[in-house]
């Protein structure tokens, strides 16, 4: 074993656990305690409680702090509603807290007190209304270009999700290749980006596939080697696109020596 280096110290933290800690007025600190009556009052409970250090027994009284309703204004997208939550009086409300209500994620981004002046934090008792956006689903903007016409359109989507520039994508039966993705630091023309990190993403309509059809028969030779039209060794040409009264004769023809 590894002896210590002289001059170095060495601290053990103990953890101490105790149960039923409340302050003692005899021992001015917090201390455990045994529990030797509960007797319910209210919302709350009185506790007749005997200090485990000193002996002092006295009485604690527990009391939930009071309720206070504060309405909220819930955007999704481009709809808003507005609701009133029931919040502890003390409570402390900051940006960007994250909460639950009914079965969707928000997140506060504005909090008015009852002066009329805009906060960063306050307690619930100093909110006249906050606004919270769906923090588990984000807006993706987008630009739908299909020749020379150009349309804006919203996605939502969670907050997980992620897009490729290049990359093709469905919406809503038709296809559209990520030309570029937007985000605070310009554009990117390749890469993955989450979305809570696009500013807007620009799409156009991929070429249709008879765009890439051969239409010459060297293109067609040439598709045949690629693969692109299924193996064949020894293409030939189709019947739609030899000339009437043309024979086609695919040997080659040695000029006699002189």
């Avoid at 933290?13 to 001015?28: R, T």
């Avoid at 993706?140 to 994508?169: H, N, W």
């Avoid at 039209?229 to 024979?247: A, D, H, T």
């Amino acid at each position: 074993m590894d002896e210590p280096e002289e001059g170095e110290d060495f601290f053990e933290e103990e953890e101490v656990f105790l149960e039923n800690a409340v302050h003692c007025p005899v021992c001015d600190d917090l201390t455990g305690h045994e529990i030797l009556n509960e007797k319910s009052k209210g919302t709350g409970a009185d506790y007749l409680v005997k200090c485990i250090d000193c002996n002092k027994v006295h009485t604690v009284h527990i009391r939930p702090p009071p309720v206070v309703e504060i309405p909220f204004i819930l955007t999704e997208g481009p709809s808003s509603s507005t609701t009133k939550l029931e919040i502890d009086a003390d409570e402390m409300i900051e940006l960007e807290d994250v909460f639950k209500d009914g079965d969707k994620l928000w997140k506060i981004n504005q909090i008015e007190l009852k002066n009329g002046r805009q906060a960063k934090r306050a307690e619930a008792t100093l909110i006249a209304r906050a606004s919270a956006l769906r923090s588990d689903m984000v807006r993706v903007k987008i630009t739908m270009t299909r020749g020379e016409e150009s349309e804006s359109d919203v996605l939502i989507v969670g907050e997980d999700k992620t897009y490729t520039a290049g990359f093709l994508i469905d919406i809503e039966g038709i296809e559209w290749r990520i030309r570029a993705i937007h985000t605070g630091r310009g554009r990117t023309l390749r890469g993955t980006v989450d979305a809570p990190d696009i500013k807007r993403m620009y799409l156009h309509e991929p070429p249709n596939p008879e765009h890439f059809e051969p239409r010459t028969p060297r293109e067609r030779r040439q598709a045949w080697k690629e693969g692109r039209l299924g193996f064949n060794p020894n293409p030939v040409l189709p019947n739609e696109i030899i000339k009437k009264g043309v024979k086609p004769d695919h040997k080659k023809h040695k000029r006699p020596r002189r």
